[in-house]
């Protein structure tokens, strides 16, 4: 088999901007594919969606006792709002959302230490606190670092509301360590629909047209972040793939989506499948890309199919003297909205060393990518492919494994989506 042409690196560059979803720098990325798919000679296809968002007007956290100071916060999105005079209460450090830490939290503003869940959530109203703030960062990090804009997922919003803000870790240690009593909050957002674009292009099989392989990779990225490990590399492997088959004819059809607002709750793919309700019976397989380049990493395959591709995956491995991790697990990818509706998946990524990888921060910069870790991912990636599309019988059948779909079932109940498709 002949080797890619090297350009993936170049096409990677293309991708280093900010590109949260829903925002007009989101359809750039999108029209920037549709560019690279055209450049090739293939046909695309632009498919938009649209979601509730919500954006934040006024975020603003003052302690009033013992001392006074206000502080750097950003508001959750879709949280309740207080009047424009704000809210006044008594304030504590809950750490871990429990019954037993929140016992004499009721009317109360409550700091967390660690994420928002679903099941902490509940606890909060439960024990009718006022409003909480969560923390992030790290307390090694600079006074005026990044500092995220959280969501109430759909699932805690029908629970119902609390005003919530975000403040940065070292800011949350300077609340305890000084003893703030007594706080003043202020919450106001405005909900507004916004749009978000798939991305679609198609390689006809030669000779079994109807059986369908499906790849896929998101191209929007988190606030703050250039979004080139998380996940531009992966949509210049779905673009490096679109060339080579292109010139080398599958027998099996090739459907390439690149995916909008996955950091949002795997809507894009969701929406795929949605509006693609008759045609899910020919998918017979999907591939994923998500997290890729990086300099110090090791590659890895999480397989949420028959788990023989396990051994599959070993001896290519061994073949191309390539060195791959395979997973029998589910990930947090979009493959997860395919393995959902019953579409066996895999999917691929190379996770980086602790130290070493900046995912969702805006250190995800091509600084940190190598050219040659992205180029030997993606010929592996390629040749897994290959095999696969153009087998006499395809080896995977068409069905999720009884433990994979168990698994499936529980991560959607914990990581619902944070925006809701209209």
């Known amino acids: 088999m002949a080797m890619l042409k090297s350009g993936a690196f170049i096409k990677l560059k293309r991708f280093t901007f900010e590109r949260v979803a829903g925002s007009q720098q989101e359809r750039q990325a999108a029209e920037l594919i549709q560019r690279e798919i055209d450049s090739l000679g293939a046909i695309s296809s632009l498919e938009a969606f649209f979601i509730q968002n919500s954006v934040p007007c006024t975020a603003e956290f003052t302690v009033l006792e013992p001392y006074q100071r206000s502080y750097s916060v950003t508001c959750y999105r879709f949280s309740s709002n207080t009047s424009d005079e704000g809210l006044v209460s008594d304030f504590m450090c809950v750490g871990e959302p429990s019954e037993i830490s929140l016992a004499s939290a009721k009317g109360k503003v409550v700091l967390l230490c660690g994420?928002?869940?679903?099941?902490?959530?509940?606890?909060?109203?439960?024990?009718?606190?006022?409003?909480?703030?969560?923390?992030?960062?790290?307390?090694?990090?600079?006074?005026?670092?990044?500092?995220?804009?959280?969501?109430?997922?759909?699932?805690?919003?029908?629970?119902?509301l609390l005003p919530g803000l975000n403040i940065r870790m070292r800011d949350g240690m300077e609340l305890v360590r000084q003893g703030a009593s007594k706080v003043k909050l202020t919450v106001v957002c405005q909900e507004v629909v916004c749009s978000s674009h798939n991305v679609i292009a198609e390689i006809p099989g030669q000779t079994k047209p109807d059986e369908v392989i499906a790849l896929g990779a998101h191209y929007d990225c988190v606030q703050f972040s250039s979004g080139v490990y998380d996940n531009g590399a992966g949509c210049v492997t779905l673009l490096q793939l679109l060339e080579y088959f292109l010139n080398h004819p599958p027998e099996r059809t090739l459907r390439f989506l690149w995916f909008g607002a996955e950091e949002l709750g795997l809507l894009g793919s969701q929406e795929y499948l949605k509006t693609h309700i008759e045609e899910r019976p020919k998918i017979r397989f999907m591939i994923n890309v998500d997290l890729g380049g990086i300099v110090f990493g090791r590659d890895m395959l999480c397989i949420s199919a028959d788990k023989d591709l396990m051994v599959f995956t070993e001896y290519l491995s061994k073949e191309l003297g390539f060195p791959i991790e395979p997973r029998y697990e589910i990930t947090s990818g979009d493959c997860a909205s395919f393995v959902n509706v019953g579409i066996p998946a895999v999917s691929f990524c190379r996770a980086g060393l602790s130290?070493?990888?900046?995912?969702?921060?805006?250190?995800?910069?091509?600084?940190?990518?190598?050219?040659?870790?992205l180029e030997n991912s993606i010929h592996f990636i390629l040749r897994f492919t290959e095999r696969l599309v153009n087998s006499a019988v395809f080896p995977v059948s068409r069905k999720v494994p009884d433990d994979i779909a168990d698994d499936i079932d529980q991560y959607f109940q914990n990581h619902p989506a944070s925006l809701e498709l209209l």
């Open 115 to 160: 994420r928002l869940t679903l099941d902490g959530y509940q606890l909060l109203l439960k024990a009718g606190v006022s409003a909480f703030l969560t923390m992030s960062g790290s307390l090694t990090d600079s006074s005026d670092s990044d500092l995220e804009t959280p969501y109430l997922s759909q699932a805690m919003r029908k629970y119902g």
């Open 355 to 373: 130290g070493s990888e900046f995912m969702h921060t805006r250190y995800d910069c091509i600084e940190f990518q190598s050219q040659q870790a």
